[in-house]
């Protein structure tokens, strides 16, 4: 069974950079869509960007340039590099991904930007 782990959130002051990273285990995902999602306690949780199989990345519009998302496919590992953070930024970020009817979901990171 595929396991995704997210690490690298924490306390950040607006403007500044924080990276993170979900290592996956239990199989393989050179193949799967991966991407990244966040949630603020009582709201729904929305995507952030997704990345295919071949690396193409897809960003909303909230993103505006600041954030980058990568895989390392030799490491089966996702990244998401944030910069230019803004307090409503703050959610906890969880890893996902998907394979056809295949579906993983990291535990989630907490990224708190404040100053």
């Known amino acids: 069974q595929v396991q995704l782990v997210e690490s ?21 995902l050179s193949a799967w869509g991966m991407g990244w999602h966040r949630q603020t306690p009582g709201k729904d949780r929305e995507w952030v960007a997704i990345i295919d199989s071949r690396g193409r990345p897809t960003y909303q519009d909230f993103v505006e ?16 590099q944030m910069s230019s953070l803004k307090p ?3 959610a906890v970020y969880y890893c996902n991904a998907a394979f056809y009817t295949q579906h993983a979901w ?7 930007v404040s100053s």
């Open 8 to 28: 690298g959130g924490g306390l950040v002051r607006p403007g500044g950079s924080l990276n993170l990273s979900c290592v996956a285990s239990g199989s393989n």
């Open 65 to 80: 340039g600041r954030f980058t998302i990568s895989r390392d496919n030799s490491k089966n590992t996702l990244y998401l």
């Open 88 to 90: 409503g930024d703050t």
């Open 106 to 112: 990291g535990q989630g990171t907490q990224v708190t």
